[in-house]
Nanobody
């Protein structure tokens, strides 16, 4: 059974930083791993994604230049570093895993989901 466990969320002021982590219960094998943000108004949106073998990364427009996705294959873990945070970055951040599909930031490309970690940014 696949499990994804996120951590690292919290409450920060505007301009602050956080680093999220997602530990997978399986050994990475050319998987696509992604981070999504869920809010009541916008639903579940793709923020960043990474292929575990090639290391290719993908970012949403709002994440580009401020967020960095990375991986540690030896720990079956991906990370999302959030910098220069804004109130509109607030939401439940979920980790997702796929055996490999496109497009990389589409929720329909993913097979397994974590429960999420909450990020709240105050103005």
């Amino acid at each position: 059974q696949v499990e994804l466990v996120e951590s690292g969320g919290g409450f920060v002021q505007s301009g602050g930083s956080l680093k999220l982590a997602c530990v997978a219960s399986f050994r990475f094998n050319n998987n696509l791993m992604g981070w999504f943000r869920e809010t009541p108004g916008n639903g579940r949106e793709g923020v960043a994604a990474i292929w575990t073998t090639s290391g290719y990364t993908y970012y949403s427009g709002s994440a580009k230049g401020r967020f960095t996705i990375s991986k540690d294959n030896g720990k079956n873990t991906i990370y999302l570093e959030l910098t220069n945070l804004k109130p509109e970055d607030s939401g439940l951040y979920l980790c997702a895993a796929s055996t490999g599909s496109h497009p990389e930031l589409s929720r329909s490309s993913y097979d397994w989901w974590g429960r999420g970690t909450q990020v709240t940014v105050s103005s």
